[in-house]
């Protein structure tokens, strides 16, 4: 099956860098555990950082080919769009390369989401459902993935995060652990990124299925730093794996508009002023 490897995405970043030289630049932020390269692409000189990651689930593969895209076609637009004067974005097309490499190289591992020491990287970060054992890991942040991504949050103060994953075409957005005042604002950026993709909302009851536990990057995201938090999932519920790389165009002819229609949104302090 055709497939897009995570030597692609390194040698499309090389690529990309050359081709928007100035307005994209590329920064390792850590190490997986068997020590591939975790990049960031940094599009944009604005001062207000949005923060895009995907392929936390190995075997999630069009989200990385997706937020590549979206890279490269927000790169071609950039300078036409005097709004993203103000903002930049921070894309981490690949947070876990093992798991991803793992699912897509191994045929009989094609639904395989975990990294290579058997831990969901979206249950391993410090967030009040975290629990550990299970595939959370021994404790929070135990892993090399998930300590690589909270350092990058820490060393780029941002006023939004999306993480990508593929379950499903749809929004999350309600955070049990905050308050209404934050679920509401919440809710308007959900709405406006629905509106502009299709793609549904998901009720608050659902945030965490029953069983489940805490610990996502977005739940850290939203307590830490308090600012949006969203986890949007590509693709039919149905889909199976190993995913067929093409559901990448897919999804980005739903989203391609995403990234303009969020910040319209956000810009506007009449649905969410930030703590400037
Ligand atoms: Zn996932």
């Given at each position: 099956m055709n497939y897009y490897s995570y030597e692609n995405i390194l040698s499309d970043?090389?690529?990309?860098?050359?081709?928007?030289?100035?307005?994209?630049?590329?920064?390792t932020i850590g190490y997986s555990v068997q020590k591939?390269?975790?990049?960031?692409?940094?599009l944009g000189c604005g001062y207000k950082k949005i923060f895009l990651t995907a392929g936390i689930h190995g075997r999630e593969?069009?989200?990385p080919k997706l937020l590549m895209k979206l890279?490269?076609?927000?790169?071609g637009i950039y300078y036409e769009t005097a709004l993203f004067s103000k903002y930049s974005f921070c894309i981490i097309p690949l947070?876990?390369?093992d798991g991803y490499t793992k699912a897509l190289t191994d045929c009989t591992m094609a639904d395989y989401k975990l990294n290579y020491n058997g831990v969901d990287i979206n249950r391993n970060f410090p967030s009040v459902h975290y629990r550990s054992g299970g595939t959370g890991g021994g404790y929070a942040a135990s892993e090399p993935e998930t300590r690589a991504l909270i350092m990058?949050?820490?060393s780029h103060p941002s006023?939004?995060?999306?993480?990508?994953?593929s379950r499903g075409e749809c929004i999350y957005y309600y955070r049990k652990a905050m308050g209404d005042e934050y679920n509401k604002k919440q809710l308007a950026i959900a709405e406006k990124i629905a509106e502009s993709s299709g793609y549904v909302?998901?009720?608050?009851?659902?945030?965490?299925?029953?069983?489940?536990?805490g610990g996502n990057s977005v739940h850290y995201y939203s307590e830490t730093f308090k600012m949006p938090a969203f986890t949007i999932e590509t693709a039919p519920d149905d889909t199976l794996f190993p995913m067929d790389i093409s559901l990448a165009d897919e999804a980005f002819d739903k989203l391609k508009n995403l990234l303009y229609k969020t910040v319209s949104a956000i810009d506007k302090k009449d649905i969410y002023s930030y703590n400037q």
């Open positions: 970043a090389k690529k990309l860098q050359k081709e928007y030289f100035g307005l994209i630049e590329c920064e591939r390269k975790i990049i960031m692409l940094m593969s069009i989200n890279l490269e076609y927000y790169a947070v876990n390369p990058a949050f820490k006023v939004m995060y999306i993480d990508f994953h909302t998901v009720p608050p009851e659902d945030e965490i299925n029953e069983g489940d536990t």
